[in-house]
């Protein structure tokens, strides 16, 4: 009877334990931001939306040389993202590709100036984006 009860015992620690390490591998992916974390009010996003291959918007206004949020909505189950060039065609952002879903973008600042952003998936989704 006391060998049935240690048994007992060691299998409730092993079931512990299995729970314990199960729980800890599990931790919401969080992207990897290389600016530090900026506290900007919701309000001052920038909201962009994507439905049948197209933004919501052919052009965009930010502020100079502040970073800034880009709410996009991706409305669709395909596949897009936003990124943004500068004239010369240098990569400023890359927005992490999503589907059916809205994300928050932190963009860096930028220099007051005309951009591109694009969809990386859809090339000819396009539009220009004014920092100013
Ligand atoms: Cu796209």
Redesign the pocket.
């Known amino acids: 009877m006391k060998r049935l009860v240690l048994g007992l015992g060691l299998v409730a620690l092993a079931v512990i334990s299995a729970a314990c390490s199960g729980g800890s591998g599990a931790s919401p992916s969080a992207p990897a931001a290389s600016a530090p974390a900026a506290s900007a009010p919701a309000g001052d996003a920038i909201t962009v939306s994507?439905k049948d291959?197209k933004f919501s918007t052919a052009s965009i206004t930010a502020p100079a040389d502040e970073a800034f949020q880009i709410v996009f909505d991706n409305q669709e189950g395909?596949?897009?993202?936003i990124a943004i060039k500068d004239a010369a065609g240098a990569e400023k952002f890359k927005g992490e590709i999503v589907t059916s879903t809205t994300i928050t973008y932190d963009v860096p600042a930028l220099a007051a100036g005309a951009y591109e952003f694009w969809?990386e998936?859809?090339p000819d989704?396009k539009g220009t984006l004014t920092a100013g």
């Open positions: 994507a291959l395909v596949p897009h993202n969809c998936v859809h989704m």
